[in-house]
């Protein structure tokens, strides 16, 4: 059994992927219109058993817009003129989306700014202020 391995704790089989390939419309000349060099990699993430609950849902939130209804990642690779090429560039593209997933994002600290930024802050709401003070009609009193 072959596996996709995204780091050591997580490896995707090759069964679990659909992988499709089509003609490309990229560089190949007239060898664009004979040969199925474009490669279509599908991974329905939503019912994979080789993922763990939290990198699941994890990954769910951060690819919400490239998943089909049916949860379904489809990476597509026509980079290169050959199919073999493209399947290693797919499969790469698919490997480094959920490494991303795996490492857990830092939390942020809270910092206070620091006092020149507060000034250069103060300073620019107050030009602006002046500028805009400009821009007003003389009042005649």
Do not use: C, H, Y
């Amino acid at each position: 059994m072959r596996f996709l391995i995204v780091n050591s704790r997580l490896r995707i089989p090759f069964e679990e992927l659909q992988v499709r390939s089509a003609r490309s419309s990229g560089p190949g000349g007239q060898n664009v219109n004979k040969v199925n060099s474009k490669i279509t990699v599908r991974w329905t993430v939503r019912d994979s058993p080789s993922l763990p609950d939290e990198i699941r849902t994890r990954l769910l939130e951060q690819l919400g817009k490239r998943l089909t209804s049916k949860g379904e990642l489809l990476i597509t690779s026509q980079r290169f003129r050959d199919a073999s090429r493209n399947l290693a560039d797919g499969l790469e593209r698919l490997r480094k989306l959920l490494a991303q997933a795996v490492s857990p994002r830092k939390v942020r600290k809270s910092t206070r700014p620091t006092r020149a930024s507060a000034a250069r802050r103060l300073e620019a709401k107050r030009l602006k202020t002046l500028k805009k003070e400009s821009r007003r009609p003389e009042r005649w009193s």
